[in-house]
């Protein structure tokens, strides 16, 4: 099994051909999790004569990006199951069986319980899934002549995520129009359970991945008895009224910023690190807070973009009325068609290639330039054209090409030996403190009254932190030495 990454010529796309296994599994949870998504906004605020649930679209939005956030965040548990309890292997496949739960619970049971009950559980997979299928790629790439091609192939696995980011809003929204939201649900629970069964099929192909930092003996009640305390401690506060709709995403923000907090800590402070990579994690800091920002300017795509395409926007071709979420679709076939031409990019020039801190610093300036693009026709009461829309959505993709895979093709590069996995979850951290912020950002400042000066203030956001990271990138690209 260990001898087959290194044949190329028989592999996946050049690649080794266990990538493909993981390739499946992440398309079809993705084709779950982005089916929903293009829904989720709209099944909040829509009334209920529409077959929404009626809650205020600030509200509404400051869920999503919470639901977001969460997701994110419990990769950190789903990091910690792969390093200490289960293995990266396991650990994905459970977590995969716990979304096609709450996709099937967001189908079957009506209203608000329906909703939670739904969430939590794709919250909780969704954390698993992702930490776990990273580092599984990652480890595909260890060897001397592997190496060179890790970020080709990060960007390949990146394309599994959009074909499924591609099909879910299609055919999700197409329900929700003809038939209605639960309709969209199921057909996300189906989606995940096809890739399940798919990923079944391939396990035994993939590299053996026990947990690379076991619990000792006897460790596993008390960990056991420590989730417990946590999970009715949450309880109570929601009980209590202490945790709400309302301020959810401010609780969760404090709690991402804790548990980042306490990683660095750990990572910069502890005796098992090798001087080496902490150097490397040093550098990381500011890349990790650049990451944080690009999420939080880039969810508004599941935000106020999603507010535009639905209520300003002429979406009728043909007497043909385009269902929202097909924007989302729109934005993972920029994805497809655009990840593997970088791809293909970056393993052509090799070594030449920009460093990863200049393409953070242009992916950030790209996305800033993009949200400036709706200024001027929503200043001056136009409606954009459905054309320039498409292309806006694309700059926004080029931008997130720059960023998404690279940092976490950066992460496994950097992570200490026995912090892999857990690494690729502090990767997520940032993208879970930036999803949450950007719900905040839209509850509190978007209006479709003052949205000119909304989409002014998070295009300026994104141009001035590109131009701070460009002036860093020289100590950058020293304290990561040997590692692009």
Known sequence: MMGKPLERERGFFGHPWQLSSLFQI???????????????????????????????????????????GSVYLSTILGGWLADRLWGAERTLFYSGMMVMAGHIAL????????????????????????????SMVGSLYESEELRPLRDAGFS??????????????????????????????????????????????????????????????????????????????????????LINLENFSKVLLGAVILATLVYFVRLLGGSGVE????????????????????????????????????????????????????????????????????????????????????????????????????????????????????????????????????SLSLTTKIAPSHFKTQMVALNFLALSLGFTLGGLLFKEYFSVETAASFYRLIGTAGLATGAVLLALVPVLNRLLKGVD
Not at 45 to 61: N, R
Not at 108 to 133: D, E, F, Q, T
Request: proline share 5%.
């Open 275 to 406: 001087a080496q990579n902490k150097r490397y994690i040093t550098a990381y800091i500011p890349l990790f807070a650049v990451i944080c920002i690009f999420w939080a300017l880039w969810f508004q795509v599941f935000t106020s973009v999603t507010v535009y395409f639905d209520e300003t926007a002429n979406r009728n071709i043909g007497g043909f009325t385009i269902p929202v979420s097909w924007k989302d679709s729109l934005q993972s076939l920029w994805v497809v068609l655009f990840s593997g031409l970088m791809a293909a990019m970056w393993t052509k020039m090799g070594e030449k290639q920009p460093k990863t801190p200049l393409k953070f610093a242009l992916s950030v300036m790209v996305l800033g330039a993009s949200y400036w693009c709706f200024v001027p026709f929503i200043a001056s009461g136009a409606v954009m054209p459905l054309a320039v829309f498409a292309l806006v959505i694309l700059g926004i993709t080029i931008a997130e090409l720059l960023i998404s895979p690279i």
């Open 107 to 134: 189908a079957v049971i009506p209203g608000l319980a329906g909703l939670l009950c739904g969430l939590v559980l794709i919250a909780l997979g969704s954390g698993g899934v992702k930490a776990s299928a990273s």
């Open 156 to 241: 390949i696995f990146y394309i599994s995520i959009n074909i499924g980011g591609f099909l879910g809003p299609l055919l999700t929204g197409l329900l929700q129009n003809r038939l209605g939201f639960h309709y969209g649900f199921g057909a996300a629970a189906v989606g995940m359970a096809f890739g399940l069964l798919q990923y079944a099929r391939g396990r035994k192909s993939l590299p053996p991945t026990p947990a690379p930092y076991p619990l000792p003996a006897g460790k596993g009640k008390i960990a056991a008895a420590v989730a417990a305390v946590l999970i009715a401690a949450l309880a109570v506060a929601v009980g209590a009224g």
């Open 26 to 68: 992440e398309l079809w949870e993705r084709f779950s999790f982005y089916g929903m998504q293009g829904i989720l906004l709209i099944y909040l605020y829509y009334q209920t004569g529409e077959g929404g649930l009626g809650i205020d679209k600030a509200v509404a939005g400051g869920i999503v990006g919470a639901y977001g």
